[in-house]
C-alpha cells in the first residue's frame, strides 16, 4: 500500500505537470522522466545539486538540450518536482490508516509506512532532507510545512493515549527522527546488515515500549 511507486511515480509526474512538459507522446515521455531523474540523483550525490548544471544533466541522459527542455526548463523547476513526490507521498499515506481506533496501532501503521516508502522513494527523500538549502524561500517553507505536518499527526495520535509520556510534539519528532536516520545513513544499515522490516520492528517496539506503559492496562 502505497501512492507512488518505482512505476507510477513517473506517470504522476507527467499527469501533474502535463501543462509545462511539451512532449505528449506517453511512453518515451515516461521513459525520459525516469532518465532525467534518476540522473539529477547521481549527479547530486556525485559534485552535488547545487554544481551541476542543465548539461551535465544532458550528458548523463543522452538527451539534447532541446529535449531536455521539453520537460524541464531549470534546476529549481527540477527541485520543485522532487519536493512535490516527497510531498505528496507524506500526505497520502497518513490517509490510508485514519480510520484505526487505537492510537498506538495508529502510531505503528504510519511509522512501518513512512519508513516503507522512504525506502521505496529513498533517493527522493534523501534529496530533501540534504537539499532542501536549494529550494526556492516559498518551496522551502512547504517543504517545512509538510513535515510538520507530519509530525502533527503523529503528536495527535500521542495525545490521544491515557496519561502520554511527555510531551506529543516532542514524542511526535523524536519517531520522525528515528526514520529520517534510516533513508539518510543507508549505509550504516547496511554495514549492519539490517533490512526494512528489521528497522521497522525495532523502532515499533521502540515505540511501544515508551508508549504503551502509559495504558490504563498498565496501570498507569
Not at 511539451?22 to 547530486?44: D, G, H, M, Q, S
Not at 503528536?155 to 490521544?160: C, E, F, R, S, T
Amino acid at each position: 500500500m502505497t501512492p507512488l511507486d518505482g512505476v507510477n511515480i513517473w506517470a504522476y509526474l507527467l499527469d501533474r505537470y502535463a501543462d509545462r512538459i511539451t512532449v505528449k507522446r506517453r511512453k518515451p515521455a515516461l521513459e525520459n522522466l525516469e532518465k532525467i531523474f534518476n540522473a539529477t540523483f547521481k549527479l547530486a550525490n556525485e559534485v552535488g545539486f547545487r554544481a551541476m548544471n542543465l548539461r551535465d544533466l544532458c550528458g548523463e541522459t543522452g538527451l539534447s538540450m532541446g529535449g531536455l527542455y521539453g520537460y524541464i526548463s531549470s534546476k529549481d523547476q527540477l527541485a520543485e518536482m522532487i519536493e512535490d513526490v516527497v510531498r505528496h507521498a507524506t500526505h497520502e499515506v497518513p490517509k490510508m490508516f485514519a480510520d484505526i481506533a487505537d492510537p498506538l496501532d495508529r502510531i505503528e501503521a504510519l511509522m512501518r509506512a513512512s519508513i516503507y516508502v522512504s525506502e521505496i522513494l529513498q533517493p527522493w527523500f534523501y534529496f530533501v532532507f540534504m537539499d532542501s538549502r536549494v529550494l526556492q524561500a516559498e518551496q522551502r517553507g512547504t517543504a517545512k510545512e509538510s513535515e510538520l505536518y507530519v509530525q502533527s499527526l503523529f503528536a495527535g495520535a500521542v495525545a490521544q493515549i491515557a496519561t502520554p509520556r511527555g510531551s506529543p510534539d516532542l514524542v511526535a519528532a523524536h519517531i520522525l527522527a528515528m526514520f529520517q536516520d534510516w533513508y539518510v545513513k543507508r549505509w550504516k544499515y547496511r554495514a549492519a546488515d539490517v533490512d526494512p522490516d528489521r528497522f521497522a520492528d525495532s523502532a515499533v517496539r521502540m515505540m511501544r515500549g515508551y508508549l504503551a506503559v502509559s495504558t490504563p492496562e498498565n496501570g498507569v
